[in-house]
C-alpha cells in the first residue's frame, strides 16, 4: 500500500543526490545542521502510515525513545530532532524533510514563480542559478503526494486530505503509561 509513497520518495532522494552532485559547493546540508528542523510539522496520512510502518521494524527501546522525546512540547523544533542536531526518523523522514535546502520553485503572494532554498544555502549566486534540472516544482511535488495521499486514504478509509501534527504520530508509537 505504500508502495507508490516510496517510489516518490526515492525520486525526491535522487533529485536532492543530484543537486548535492553538481552544486556541492553551494549545499550546507549534513547530518547535524538542523536550520530547517526548527519548526513543528504535520504530515500527511501516507507519511504517518510510513512512519510507523518504520518504526514498526525498530526495537522497543527506539521506539519508546522516539515517543517519548516527541512528547516534549517545544514548538520551536521538529518532534524528530535529537539533542545533537540529527533527526530520529532520517530514513522515515517526510518529504518536506527530503526536499529541504534544494532550491525549489514555488509561487509568491501574487502568484508568480520564485526560486528559494535554505538561507544557508546557495549563497554566493542565489538558487536560481542552479541548474534548471536541480530546482524542485513545489507544486509538483505537492500534486504528486496529494494524489498518493488520496489513494491511500482511499485504501485506508481514512478521511482525505488530513494533516497529522507529527509530534502527535511519534508520540504514539508507544503508549504512554498510566
Same mark, same amino acid.
Given at each position: ?10 525520486? =525526491?532522494?535522487? @533529485? @536532492? ?7 556541492? #559547493?553551494?549545499?550546507? &546540508?549534513?547530518?547535524? &545542521? ?21 518504526? #514498526? ?7 519508546? #525513545? =522516539? ?21 530520529? =526518523? ?9 526536499? *529541504?535546502? +534544494? ?18 544555502? @546557495?549563497?554566493?549566486?542565489?538558487? #536560481? ?5 536541480? =530546482? ?27 494533516? *497529522?501534527?507529527?509530534?502527535? +504520530? ?9
Amino acid at each position: 500500500m505504500l508502495a507508490r509513497y516510496h517510489e516518490l520518495t526515492d525520486r =525526491i532522494d535522487a @533529485f @536532492f543526490a543530484r543537486v548535492a552532485a553538481r552544486h556541492a #559547493a553551494d549545499l550546507r &546540508c549534513a547530518a547535524g &545542521c538542523d536550520a530547517c528542523c526548527r519548526t513543528r510539522l504535520t504530515v500527511t496520512g501516507v507519511e504517518a502510515a510510513a512512519i510507523r510502518a518504520w518504526a #514498526a521494524a525498530r526495537s522497543d527501546a527506539e521506539r519508546a #525513545a =522516539i515517543a517519548t522525546a516527541a512528547r516534549t512540547d517545544d514548538p520551536t523544533r521538529c518532534a524528530a530532532l535529537d539533542d545533537g542536531g540529527r533527526c530520529r =526518523i532520517y530514513d522515515a523522514r517526510p518529504l518536506v524533510c527530503r526536499s *529541504h535546502g +534544494v532550491p525549489v520553485r514555488m509561487r509568491d503572494a501574487r502568484s508568480l514563480p520564485v526560486v528559494h532554498s535554505c538561507e544557508l544555502n @546557495f549563497r554566493a549566486r542565489g538558487p #536560481a542559478a542552479a541548474d534548471p534540472d536541480c =530546482i524542485l516544482d513545489q507544486e509538483l511535488v505537492s500534486t504528486m503526494l496529494g494524489l498518493v495521499d488520496r489513494e491511500h486514504t482511499s485504501a485506508t478509509g481514512a478521511a482525505d486530505g488530513v494533516r *497529522h501534527d507529527l509530534a502527535e +504520530v511519534l508520540a504514539a508509537l508507544v503508549p504512554e503509561a498510566r
